[in-house]
């Protein structure tokens, strides 16, 4: 029986020192991260990922991933500033073709349907688009909770709109069209 516990406590701790944290899901700061907002409130936590870059970051990181506690996370914080109100909707378009469900409940005033469901990523090319828009469509199309229905619905539109205005502006022929003329030049006397 004994040596059963001691095998049991050594596999337990080779599993939990490979499963080491990583930059996309830090292991068990969701937890804390939960356990910090109940301490000292989310007012205090949201305005500390706008002070903390890593803490920030690492909550962020949490947050793209559609890790359910993480997600938790989300739904608690409040946007201290409009950075941070654009940095937790583009962590939750990313969560968005993970979890959809989740994500799309926490979308209200807090989190627009617009923003998160917008294609919001900075930096994109039109592969990126397209992928994001057919990996978040067949999330949307795979949520079957009745009271979400009409959120899938703009979600859905809002997700068709941001790819076509998102391939416009990638598309070189838009770039020509849109630069605007050189300046003059002028003479110099």
Known sequence: MRREITLAALIAIATASGCKENRWVPRGRAEITLSEIKLRGAAEVSRRI????????S???GIASGDS???DVAAQLTPASAAAQASLSIALASALPHA??????MVDDKY??????????????????????????????AVKDSSLVNLVG???MALDSSRSRRLQRIDPSYIIKNTPPPAPKRSRR
């Open 50 to 57: 706008d002070s903390d870059e890593s803490f920030g970051q």
């Open 59 to 61: 909550v962020l990181d």
């Open 69 to 71: 506690v993480w997600l």
């Open 100 to 105: 959809p469900q989740k994500v799309l409940s």
């Open 112 to 141: 627009p349907a617009e923003e998160v469901c917008g294609i919001p990523f900075l930096k994109a090319d039109s592969n990126e688009v397209i992928s994001y828009h057919t990996d978040a469509v067949r999330a949307l199309g």
């Open 154 to 156: 703009v979600c859905r």
